[in-house]
């Protein structure tokens, strides 16, 4: 029964809200995280979006192999990486499979490919318009951040503003940095790279006991990471495939692609032999290490993909050009010393001491190798060769150490 006179109620606005709750849902709150998450359809294209930027970095590395060209590099690549990792954690923690989730990464994507277009000349030309164009990346990044921060419980607040105002003025540098000369420009890029990073740090380090516990990496997190390295894998075939592309062909170029190629599977095996995949410790500084560590080793896969093209080109140079020799293989060695970082974050860390501490002075020697393979500048097809067998190195140490349980297995059994 109703009240005369009220008004008739229609199942219009019923029908409206329902529609909103099922396809406009409130970010999820902090604290609120699912352990248990399948990575979308949806992330994934907007990984790929993201690849799309880091082969532009790679393709120019490639064509400007000198020290001011690794630096470009390095300051572009840190600011896409953070944009990656910003936009992804907000979804992890915040993001439903919805319409509103679709419409923030299409948002982000939208900002993202005119920010590509931009990275060849970056250090140059259209240094400017990336400046702009990452600000407003960054831009949309915190004011998604601060609509998910609303309604936060007290644990959450000062962590949710640190990381919103960090995140401000990382988009108002930026966008300020426009006005700046080419050169001067870059190097507020990378400085600003590393204040955002040491400022993420310190947001999850100095938060509130309770706020810390409950972020957590979780499968999907895993899964993430582990296939930006997958993807970016895919630009050390592209530099070999670009470089035999781009030369007559001969038995001595199709010997140093293919070599290179093996390389390039070299580091995947590393990563996903030792560190990928793998469940980090459920503490902030683990958490931190696991996360951070994996920028270095993600530049360096895609800086070693764009040596890879001059190394191909130039296979039949007695020696290996300097800024080849010297990319290709300190990216080897950062993909050695950052592999064990990240491993040294894992539970199996501490489960496998037997095996991870003898590792990781496997590894730290022959990432130094790495660098001495580089002085020496040797043939590409002999530099090509010693990488590979640096790479195995650390695989056979493995072997060997499971060959070991395994025999020590079915005695401890018997006793």
């Known amino acids: 029964m109703t009240d005369e006179g009220a008004p008739a109620v229609t199942g219009e606005p019923t029908f409206w809200r329902r529609m909103r709750r099922q396809l406009w849902q409130p970010p999820r709150s902090h604290g609120e995280q699912p352990r248990e998450r399948v990575v979308g359809p949806l992330e994934l294209f907007y990984d790929l979006v993201v690849v799309v930027l880091v082969a532009q970095a790679a393709h120019h590395l490639a064509g400007k192999l000198t020290w001011r060209g690794l630096g470009e590099y390095a300051a572009v690549f840190g600011l896409v990486w953070i944009a990656w990792v910003n936009g992804s954690l907000h979804h992890e923690l915040h993001g439903h499979d919805d319409a509103r989730a679709r419409s923030t990464f299409l948002l982000q994507i939208l900002v993202l490919v005119p920010l590509g277009a931009f990275i060849p000349e970056a250090g140059g030309a259209r240094g400017a318009a990336f400046a702009v164009t990452a600000g407003i990346l960054f831009a949309v990044l915190a004011v998604l951040w601060m609509l998910a921060s ?38 507020m890029w990378g400085l600003l790279d590393i204040a955002y990073l040491v400022g993420f740090g310190a947001v999850i380090l100095g938060a509130a006991p309770g706020a810390a516990a409950t972020f957590t990496i979780t499968d999907a997190l895993i899964e993430r ?25 001969s038995v001595l170029a199709v010997a140093v692609a293919l070599i290179a190629v093996v390389v390039g599977f070299g580091a995947w095996w590393t990563y996903f032999d030792f560190a990928g995949h793998r469940e980090p410790r459920q503490a902030p500084v683990a958490t931190v290490q696991w996360m951070l560590t994996h920028l270095p080793l993600t530049a360096a896969v895609a800086a070693m993909g764009a040596a890879m093209v001059s190394l191909v080109e130039h296979a039949h140079a007695a020696r290996t050009a ?12 950062v993909v050695l010393s950052s592999t064990m970082l990240v491993a040294a974050s894992l539970e199996a860390w501490r489960s496998k001491r037997e095996l991870y501490r003898p590792l990781s002075r496997t590894c730290a020697g022959a990432a130094v190798a790495c660098l001495g393979l580089g002085a020496a500048r040797p043939a590409p097809l002999v530099l090509g060769l010693v990488l590979v067998a640096l790479f195995g190195i650390p695989w056979w140490l493995a072997v060997a150490y499971r060959l070991r349980h395994e025999e020590t297995l079915p005695q401890e059994s018997a006793g």
């Open 225 to 249: 990471f582990g296939l930006l390295i997958i993807i970016v894998l895919g630009e050390t075939v592209t530099g070999v495939v670009s470089g035999l592309a781009a030369e007559p062909l």
């Open 150 to 187: 609303r309604g936060d419980r007290p644990e959450y607040r000062r962590s949710s503003r640190r990381f919103v105002a960090g995140t401000v003025f990382c988009a108002v540098i930026l966008g300020t940095s426009a006005l700046l000369p080419a050169v001067s420009r870059v190097w």
């Open 322 to 333: 300097t800024a080849t020799s010297w990319v290709l293989c300190g990216g080897a060695a």
